[in-house]
């Protein structure tokens, strides 16, 4: 249907039952949120309240933590279905999928169904199977995506320095590592510049193990990588000061995609701001909590404008200080940790 | 005597007016633009600081350091008067004049804001201008608006100075230039009296206009010397502008512990700074021993950073100490770049200048008493003036048009667009038979006099029109008004000059018609850009006004029989059984006429918008089509003189006009442009004589028959329709293809129409002898 047909609806709708309306526009209750999160409280929660309350929503908002324990996912789900909410909030992409299922595997005895959602912080939702597409959710939920696009990546990259080799560690267990690597490197092919990749090697149980991390670092930088690109991946960030010490050590500058990894030392990175992140989940709920726009209508998002973090001790010790231009927009972050 | 001696001072007090109401207003321009430029960068570094402060929060009234942080930023750019944070609507949140905020800001600030996105915007304010950026969050939503209002003042100061410079200029070097043509004038008209003949017209031309020209060049040095002192000085104020927003960045590498030498990209940032400002020759940096230690650009080599004239000197200061300096320095001959458009549009008026001399040394040549034409050659003043009023509108009237239908920035269609070109066409098509007609029975000067008065209410109308729909109805009145004067015209020519001097009076009526296309889109386009669309088009209005007062002077004129026996439908559908007359009326004849009115007066108007020219700029391809016509007509009609010549340039100019629009869409620049122009009238220059006596050699019999005024009328009627169709077919193109697509597929259809056209004719031509043998 198109946005003029919805219009003249809404204004039949509106003249045929004026009540309805405005019980829209000013709700006669409290708005019940049921919020979950992974670990703890969040800038993204701080930047959700404080556009509700910019906007002047009243909301109730009844938070419950996993404590990084998906294990205890069931039993918030049991307590959402008692609070009857006019909204959940699911922050990641583990909480995400335990209460909201993926798009094809919906199971109503376990998932959430018959609330609307917003997800929010979820890296890659069309890989983790939320949502069919960014475009269009075609379910009762959308949400934000904190991931900024490849190539805005390998732009900033290639303004910092430029190069002709890039070097990425990764484990090959994760999916969303995986998909990050077939990109830089379609992109390598496309744009002309060599990517060398070095994968975890995998323990007896399969599992990546992070011992050899300096090796890998000292082969790619033999090898003539000019950059060590970090793509998302939870057990690279674990390992990441140890690697990332290693690199500054023999002069490898790294490139982050995630606010994690540059706070493990990585030299630069694009990130989203969590409080941007936040405000526009936020922005995403208000639509349909006031604007009574359905869910599934409402396209799943990343931000249009990231921040750009610069460590400058890294910076400082690599010999590598941004281009000029760059001190107009970086966010540049000094040893006490702030920004400045 | 008198009365030349008027004219020379006519044509000066004309060049005079246009040159410096020209350089006047590219001075304001420039200036005005340089000044945007600096609040523009004020702005910008106002953001940046705020983004800084306030890390990219919802409320930017959260920000407690912000009336602070505006006073101090409007302290820093002595231009602006006051700056306000704003809202989407309009409201004002917090401004460096505390009793602003509760207020609203203009309503063109809060569109022009609205629109701007990530861009920097300008608009005007309440009591001046106001320019700004916006700030936005990751997700697009507005945090705030930022409008630096800034008053005309610095503007002002400076243009008065610069009156003062170019009044003195002009009013010494064009009165030394009308004394000299009247002298001039005065020697030539006595010495010619003395030798018992009436002076040559181009030698009186020549005489007017010679002191001119020496005058307009005298003008234009000393105005590029105002030019230089009033701009300089700006430039220099707004490269200290941009310098500072780089010291800015080179103090925060420096605070973060990167020592001005050891930075990266800096002349990489230089040379982008000199790419969006290319005044800048150079910008180098200096460290404290003045040393060179970065730069971009023809850096002198005895630099210092002291402050000359002609350069801005920033400091790079850390804690109170002086580490080094940003000097940048400002090219001399970036005026002489800024007015090089300028000096086209000079040249368009001397040509004018021209043209309008021979026109008026003609019209006191011709109509003074005693001479043998006087009064066929009366008509051509006025109708000159009367063409000249439509003419003016040529080059501006799609974008008006556009801007009507469109209000604020709106896409209108671009059929739309064509709709009062082609009611305009469609109605001097229908109407000129009966005009002809009426103007017979009531006389043509009184015809005369009504078509003038209705063109000038249509063009006072145009001038206030308010939307598309009354608009239509005003330029419907000029086309009743522009039939009417035309047929009336073409009476009294016929009338006068009776059947013996037919050729000689259709020559003055051309003439006169082909002098104002010559001067009329190019002077159209310069005032449009100038003084706007909607003065340009009370220009038109009053024109015609002008247009009575010789339109007065005519003889009652009733009585004769003229062209005017109309179209009968019955001879058209009888002519267009004529298989031959058929084949050129739709291969030729038409397609000419599409691609006239469609390319010409409506495509290329709107191209050279999208290709970011002025109107302008498009007034002088119209006016240049019109030259070629002028130069190339009579030498083509020398040319034709049997028919496979006359078929070879009726197919071969309409091949060349088609290859010309085709040419455009090959080359989507303004070399393209000129291709199209240029073999179009070409095109149309080969092909006009020639068709017409086409017509003639191929309608003998049809002529026999109904008589020369009716084939003729008929044909011409067919013609029109052509002229009717272009807007059309053209818009109806450009909304399906794009200007690319319009031209190519004009370009080769107008190619297969004269294909087909030769082809057909010339194997025909063959049997002709068969079939007359037949007959």
């Keep these: 249907m198109n946005a003029r047909r919805r219009t003249i609806l809404a204004m039949a709708a509106a003249l045929a039952c004026p009540g309805l309306a405005w019980a829209r526009r000013l709700p006669s209750r409290r708005l019940r949120i049921s919020a979950v999160t992974y670990r703890g409280r969040t800038r993204v929660e701080d930047g959700f309240e404080a556009y509700l309350a910019a906007r002047g929503m009243v909301a109730e908002i009844l938070w419950h933590d996993i404590a990084r324990d998906p294990g205890r996912l069931p039993d918030v789900v ?263 | 005597m008198r009365r030349l001696l008027l004219v020379a001072l006519m044509v000066c007090l004309f060049g005079a007016l246009m040159s410096t109401l020209l350089t006047r207003a590219k001075l304001e321009q420039g200036m005005s633009r340089i000044i945007e430029a600096r609040v523009v960068s004020a702005a910008r570094e106002l953001a940046r600081s ?153 030698s009186m031309a020549a005489a007017c206009l010679l002191p001119l020209v020496l005058a307009m060049a005298a003008f234009g040095a000393q105005s590029q010397r105002a030019f230089s002192e009033q701009l300089v000085p700006q430039a220099v104020h707004k490269a200290a502008s941009l310098g500072r927003g780089l010291a800015g960045l080179i103090e925060r590498a420096h605070d973060a512990g990167f020592a001005l030498a050891a930075l990266h990209g800096v002349d990489r940032a230089m040379r982008e700074l000199r790419r969006h400002h290319p005044e800048l020759a150079y910008v180098a940096a200096v460290d404290g021993d003045g040393v060179v230690v970065f730069g971009d650009g023809a850096i002198p080599v005895d630099l210092d950073d002291r402050g000359t004239a002609g350069r801005a000197v920033v400091p790079l200061v850390d804690q109170d100490r002086r580490h080094g300096a940003l000097v940048l320095g400002i090219d001399p001959d970036f005026v002489r770049a800024l007015i090089i458009d300028m000096r086209l549009d000079v040249a368009v008026v001397l040509l004018v200048a021209l043209v309008l001399a021979a026109e008026l040394v003609r ?129 009294h020519v016929l009338d006068q000059a009776g059947p013996a001097g037919r050729t000689r009076g259709f020559a003055v009526f051309v003439g006169a018609i082909m002098a104002a296309t010559v001067c009329g889109p190019s002077i159209g386009g310069i005032l449009a850009d100038q003084l706007g669309q909607r003065p340009t088009f009370a220009v038109s209005a009053a024109l015609c006004l002008l247009a009575l007062v010789p339109m007065g002077a005519l003889p009652v004129g009733n009585g004769h029989r003229g062209e005017g026996a109309g179209v009968r439908f019955r001879d058209l559908v009888g002519l267009l059984a004529n298989r031959r007359f058929a084949v050129l009326a739709l291969f030729a004849a038409i397609p000419a006429k599409v691609l006239l009115v469609g390319v010409l007066f409506y495509l290329v108007p709107l191209y050279v918008a999208e290709l970011g020219h002025g109107q302008a700029a498009a007034g002088r391809l119209i006016m240049l089509y019109g030259l070629l016509m002028v130069v190339l007509v009579p030498l083509a009609a020398r040319r034709g003189e049997d028919f496979p010549r006359r078929l070879g340039l009726v197919a071969g100019g309409l091949g060349l006009s088609g290859a010309g629009v085709l040419a455009a869409s090959a080359m989507p620049d303004e070399a393209g442009l000129l291709a199209l122009v240029g073999l179009l009238g070409l095109g149309q220059a080969l092909a006009i004589s020639a068709q017409s006596a086409l017509v003639g050699e191929m309608c003998r019999d049809d002529i026999a028959e109904h008589g020369v005024d009716a084939v003729y009328g008929a044909y011409r009627l067919l013609e029109r329709l052509g002229n009717v169709a272009g807007p059309l077919v053209a818009a109806a193109l450009l909304s399906s293809a794009g200007f690319g697509g319009a031209f190519a597929a004009l370009g080769a259809a107008a190619l297969v129409c004269a294909l087909v056209c030769g082809w057909v004719l010339g194997r025909g031509q063959a049997s002709i002898p068969a079939m007359r043998g037949v007959a």
Excluded at chain 2, 183 to 194: D, K, Y
């Design chain 2, 363 to 491: 019209h006191v040549g011709t109509t003074a008493r005693g001479s043998p034409d006087a009064g066929l050659m009366r008509i051509r003043a006025p109708l000159f003036t009367f063409i000249l009023a439509e003419e003016l509108t040529r080059p501006l009237l799609p974008a008006y048009v556009g801007r009507l239908a469109g209000g604020e920035g709106g896409a209108v269609e671009p059929l739309v667009v064509g709709l009062p070109i082609a009611l305009f066409m469609l109605i001097v098509a229908l109407g000129q038979p009966a005009m002809g007609r009426w103007s017979e029975r009531v006389g043509r000067r009184r015809a005369l006099l009504a078509g003038a008065l209705i063109g000038a209410v249509g063009f006072a109308g145009s001038a206030l029109a308010q939307g598309f729909a009354d608009l239509l109805l005003w330029r419907a009145l000029c086309a009743v008004g522009y039939a009417v004067v035309f047929a009336a015209a073409q009476g």
């Design chain 2, 50 to 202: 705020v983004e800084r402060a306030q890390g990219m929060g919802l409320e930017l009234a959260a920000l407690d350091t912000l009336p602070a942080l505006l006073a101090r930023h409007r302290e820093a750019e002595s231009l602006v008067d006051h700056i306000d944070v704003f809202g989407d609507d309009g409201r004002v949140l917090a401004s460096s004049s505390p009793a602003r905020v509760g207020g609203t800001v203009s309503a063109e600030a809060r569109l022009a804001a609205s629109r701007a996105g990530d861009q920097p915007w300008s608009a005007l304010g309440d009591g001046g201008r106001v320019a700004g950026v916006s700030l936005r969050t990751g997700y697009g939503l507005t945090i705030g608006h930022f409008g630096l209002h800034y008053s005309a003042r610095e503007l002002a100061t400076a243009m008065a100075s610069a009156d003062r410079r170019l009044g003195v200029s002009a009013a010494l070097d064009f009165g030394i230039a009308a004394v000299a043509s009247l002298v001039a004038v005065g020697w030539l008209t006595r010495r010619r009296r003395g030798a018992g003949r009436a002076p040559a017209r181009w």
């Design chain 1, 78 to 340: 049991a307590r959402i279905r008692g609070e009857a909410p006019d909204l959940v909030y699911t922050w990641g992409t583990t909480v995400s999928l335990g209460v909201l299922g993926p798009f094809d595997g919906i199971e109503p005895a376990r998932h959430v169904t018959d609330v609307p959602a917003v997800f929010t912080l979820v890296a890659d939702p069309v890989g983790a199977r939320l949502v069919p597409s960014m475009a269009t959710p075609g379910r009762a939920l959308t949400g934000v995506s904190h991931m900024a696009p490849l190539e805005a990546q390998l732009r900033a990259m290639a303004s910092y320095r430029a190069f002709e080799a890039m070097g990425v560690i990764y484990s090959p267990t994760e999916k969303n590592a995986r998909l990050a690597v077939a990109g830089v490197e379609a992109l390598g092919r496309r744009q002309g510049f060599a990517v060398l990749t070095r994968p975890f090697p995998l323990d007896d149980n399969g599992r990546p193990d992070g011992t050899q991390a300096g090796r890998l670092v000292d082969e790619l930088r033999r090898a003539g990588a000019q950059w060590l690109y970090l793509p998302p991946d939870s057990f690279l960030t674990t390992v990441a000061p140890q690697l990332l010490a290693r690199a500054t050590e023999i002069g490898l500058p790294s490139f982050a995609s995630t606010e994690a990894l540059v706070r493990a030392g990585a030299l630069t990175g694009i990130v989203s701001g969590y409080e941007a992140v936040g405000q526009f989940t936020a922005f995403k709920a208000e639509q349909i909590l006031l604007q009574g726009r359905a869910p599934a209508s409402i396209p799943v998002e990343t931000l249009s404008r990231f921040s750009l973090p610069v460590n400058l001790p890294v910076a400082r010790r690599l010999g590598l200080p941004p281009p000029l231009a760059m001190f107009d927009y970086a966010e540049l972050l000094d040893d006490q940790g702030g920004a400045r």
